[in-house]
């Protein structure tokens, strides 16, 4: 199983690279669900990090490949200014697999 992220702040891209983990970094809000497409087409990735700002703003596409899909998951990956400090794990389990424990 590969992993790809798709982000929208360099230190995160940077920071995933550096762990051999291959992505895009979005600019633009509209390339996300042109790159979104193209990395779902791709079998192997079965787990796709994404920035949390992404997800919000694209929050229905998101849940539709969340609740229809096996394959990949969809996960969070917060960069260095969407940390709070009263995150907890329960909070990430949530987000990530987009239901309420």
Known sequence: MKQFVIVDNAESLTGMRL?????????????????LDQVLEKTEIGLIHISPSLIASHQ???????????????????????????????DTIQQAIGIQL
């Open 19 to 35: 762990a051999g983990i291959e992505g895009v970094l979005i600019d633009d809000k509209h390339d996300f669900d042109q790159v």
């Open 60 to 90: 229905e596409r998101i849940n539709d490949i969340r609740f229809n899909r096996t394959s990949p998951l969809l996960v969070s990956l917060k960069g260095p200014n969407d940390h709070q400090a009263d995150d907890s794990i329960t």
